[in-house]
């Protein structure tokens, strides 16, 4: 068999509940149209059912890497119903999936995803590959705690402590935006600093007391 190119163009999306213990993965590849999705699946470029194996392999903030492989047999994998050109295939992922408790909340940070999909085409004659690598932020956790910094500000009865409340929560949603940001434009070095800035200000400045 031979390994041949084609104009598939993989796309994934990750979100997550406001509980912080819940992701949510999905494809959004989508159906191959000649002026809108030139990349999706679909002659002339493979079909979904052209797919042999899929692997989606995730790194967590704490650099450790869980890798699901639709080849490996007798392993529960939450993507075996992938590939997807509906775009409305929605798995659903705990800390359970991951090794840990299905309770835990997910880390913030840089969640990076490699979606990859093996096949066959002309009757198994040749193969083909098609990846994609995405990077996700996450601040699920952080986000809770400078809410609720907020709050605790504006419920402060003290008038001597109620403007160092605020100025907290303010100082860590600064905090807390620049990371957005700065993932936003792919600085992913300078976003984990302003995220660990505004995870110190939530954990050493929000005091409850007057």
């Known amino acids: 068999m031979a390994l041949v190119n084609t104009n598939l163009q993989l796309g994934i999306h990750l979100c997550q509940t406001s509980n912080c213990k819940t992701i949510k993965f999905s494809e959004t590849t989508g159906e191959y149209n000649a002026s809108s999705n030139p990349g999706g699946w679909g002659t002339p470029n493979p079909e979904v059912g052209d797919v042999t194996s899929t692997v989606v392999a995730f790194t967590l903030p704490s650099g450790t890497i869980s890798t699901f492989d639709s080849a490996e047999l007798g392993v529960l994998n939450p993507f075996a119903a992938f590939p ?124 409850t007391n007057c």
Request: proline share 1%; aromatic share 8%.
């Open 84 to 207: 997807d050109d509906t775009g409305t295939l929605e798995v659903s992922l705990t800390m359970a999936n991951f090794g840990g408790a299905a309770t835990s909340a997910f880390a913030d940070g840089v969640y990076s995803i490699t979606y990859t999909v093996n096949g066959e085409l002309n009757a198994g004659v040749d193969t083909y590959t098609a990846t994609v690598t995405q990077t996700f932020f996450l601040t699920c956790q952080i986000r809770c705690c400078i809410d609720k910094m907020f709050h605790l500000a504006s419920q402060a009865d003290c008038t001597d402590c109620k403007p160092e409340k605020l100025n907290n929560a303010l100082e860590a949603e600064s905090y807390l935006k620049a990371a957005e940001f700065a993932a936003a434009c792919g600085k992913l070095e300078m976003a984990k600093k302003h995220l660990a800035k505004a995870q110190w200000i939530c954990n050493n400045k929000n005091c």
